[in-house]
T-cell receptor, first 112, second 112 residues
Framework: DVKVTQSSRYLVKRTGEKVFLECVQDMDHENMFWYRQDPGLGLRLIYF???????EKGDIPEGYSVSREKKERFSLILESASTNQTSMYLC???????????FGPGTRLTVT | SQQGEEDPQALSIQEGENATMNCSYK?????LQWYRQNSGRGLVHLILIRSNEREKHSGRLRVTLDTSKKSSSLLITASRAADTASYFCATDVYNQGGKLIFGQGTELSVKP
């Protein structure tokens, strides 16, 4: 079974802190994605990556950056956390030829 | 309106009844996918239907796709309390390299 893990289930940070969210997949997937999920807004794509060291902006990249140094790991970075970044963050991965995405359990981030 | 709009937003039924959820989209797609999310967890892939398919079955799930109307429906037959979850459609838009666009979801409640 494909497994996508995220570093934390719950995280509380203060405004202005630098925050790292880690995602690891164990099935050699080329594609990896970061979403945020907010009530009434559904899932919105923040960034995605097709390969190591490659990244592309999604629909809402402002205030975020990403890093993919190894194929299995995709990190989301909040350079200076703000209260409007309080949300559920979901990581996903997929094979190019398969198209379905496998999701991690999510990280509920609260910025106070 | 957004790509991947879902209807209804919420649905409450009794165990044993069928549940039908609808999804509409705007642009050409490679495929359309349905996902399930239990409260506070990651999404789980249910079924994928390709743009050249009209109907697909998986256990108690039946998905239809009408590309002329740009719409899809998910039918869950003989529902169980354990089917209580949010259900999302996601469109794999043509020429977007595997990015998915998610609808806002239908919240299904199955009462025992």
């Amino acid at each position: 079974d494909v497994k996508v893990t995220q570093s934390s289930r719950y995280l509380v940070k203060r405004t202005g802190e630098k925050v790292f969210l880690e995602c690891v997949q164990d099935m050699d997937h080329e594609n990896m994605f970061w979403y945020r999920q907010d009530p009434g807004l559904g899932l919105r794509l923040i960034y995605f990556s097709y390969d190591v060291k490659m990244k592309e902006k999604g629909d809402i990249p402002e205030g975020y950056s990403v890093s993919r140094e190894k194929k299995e790991r995709f990190s989301l970075i909040l350079e200076s956390a703000s209260t409007n970044q309080t949300s559920m963050y979901l990581c996903a991965s997929s094979l190019v030829q398969e198209r379905q995405q496998y999701f991690g359990p999510g990280t509920r981030l609260t910025v106070t | 309106s957004q790509q991947g709009e879902e209807d209804p937003q919420a649905l409450s039924i009794q165990e044993g009844e069928n549940a039908t959820m609808n999804c509409s989209y705007k642009t050409s797609i490679n495929n359309l996918q349905w996902y399930r999310q239990n409260s506070g967890r990651g999404l789980v892939h249910l079924i994928l239907i390709r743009s050249n398919e009209r109907e697909k079955h998986s256990g108690r799930l039946r998905v239809t796709l009408d590309t002329s109307k740009k719409s899809s429906s998910l039918l869950i037959t003989a529902s169980r309390a354990a089917d209580t979850a949010s259900y999302f459609c996601a469109t794999d838009v043509y020429n977007q390299g595997g990015k998915l666009i998610f609808g806002q979801g239908t919240e299904l409640s199955v009462k025992p």
